[in-house]
């Protein structure tokens, strides 16, 4: 059924034929999928539907800078797909933003969405702007002007946006700030909120936590442990972060952390609270560099200009951003033993590494289910809001760690049903699909 692979792509590429993030991504789901388009071939209609999303708005972002000189940034909001639930999916901030990438990021979030088991639809928003080196007065305005535009396509029941690169709380807080100004009206309308106006615990460590927890399925799967695995972690941001805390607390230990500027080795383990917390210090510096945690911990070492991924290890993990991984640095992870590439970052691996992985024996995981966490999380911060209540923090971890189990569930049991073994980006994909395809289905030509 490779053909219904070919004509659901060739459809996408015309439409869009500069769009390349966004075309990998379908790429990637559509081939991935033929094994059911092989028993299952009337769904070739409900995806080529569910290719298009349901909405697109773009807009312009005009914010004064320090020196009162006006700037104009593009402003995005993809409403993809609400068959199961109301739109949900993080803003970027990031000068690579254009509408290929959140399309790409979106059209991903239907499928994880639908993973998580919680009822939520995917959506994905976000703008070129760039935070790095902006101050915290341009930060504000420049948020508040983008909620100005983005607050009437959102709310509580229709839309709810969280935080991706280049969002985090205090972006939340300075647009949550601006919705309340302009609604007039107190609600869950974003998630990653602040602890004390509605935010979850958990929320912050959410997608590196449930990283290692799908990671530890995985392992456990093939029957080893994942105590006692070497990590190489990319990226040192919050998914990274909430990645070597998880790791340190299952014993596992992870070696590098990586920034625009290079990667930092840190033989002995990124594993003690004071290096963890580091981590943290470096991101609240707003330089984008990790170069100075090898100052801070001498017995690291910085390679400028490198990958974290020529170092041995058992099990990589991108934390950063799209295709940080290639077939060239896949090909070096094999030549070095590892065997699990765990996806934490969306994308994170190109399309051809993904490949090589999958025809080396390597095990790799997509982002769609082992970045779940943070959206999963997201959907408890929604659950509290409605009803009005707090949770602790064991209380959310639990509900998480059942989540990412029941994800791997589902990845296992749709590889089995199709004979797909230990091939995850078919596992989740399937699942993820089909939930949504079914609600499709029934709520008829929409
Ligand atoms: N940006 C995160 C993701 O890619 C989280 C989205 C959310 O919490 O809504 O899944």
Known sequence: MAEIAARLLQTAAKRDPDQKEFLQAVKTVVEG??????????????????????????????WLDDHGKIQINRGFRVQYNSAIGPYKGGLRFHPSVNLSIIKFLGFDQIFKNSLTTLPMGGGKGGSDFDPKGKSDAEV???????????????????????????VGAREIGYMYGQ??????????????????????LIRPEATGFGGLYFASEMVAYQKQEIAGKTICVSGFGNVAWGACLKAAQLKAKVITISGPDGYVYDEEGINTPEKIAYLLRLRATCQDIVAPYAEQF??????PGKKPWERKCDIALPCATQNELDANDAAMLHANGCKFVVELSNMGCTHDALEYCQSHDMIYAPGIACNAGGVAVSGLEMTQNSIRLRWKAEEVDQHLQRIMKDIHKQCVEAMTQFHKPNDYVFGANAAGFLKVATAMIEQGCV
């Open 298 to 303: 001498p017995k690291s070492q910085f390679f």
């Open 179 to 200: 919705y309340k100004r302009l609604t007039h009206a107190v609600e869950g309308v974003l998630t990653g909120k602040g602890q004390t106006w509605g935010g979850s």
């Open 33 to 62: 999928l033929i094994p059911l388009w092989e028993q299952r071939p009337e769904l070739e209609e409900v995806m080529a539907r569910l290719i298009e999303p349901e909405r697109i708005f773009t807009f312009r972002v005009a």
């Open 140 to 166: 504000m305005r420049f948020c508040q002007s983008f909620m100005t535009e983005l607050f009437r396509y959102i709310g509580p029941n229709i839309d709810i946006p969280a935080g991706d690169i280049g």
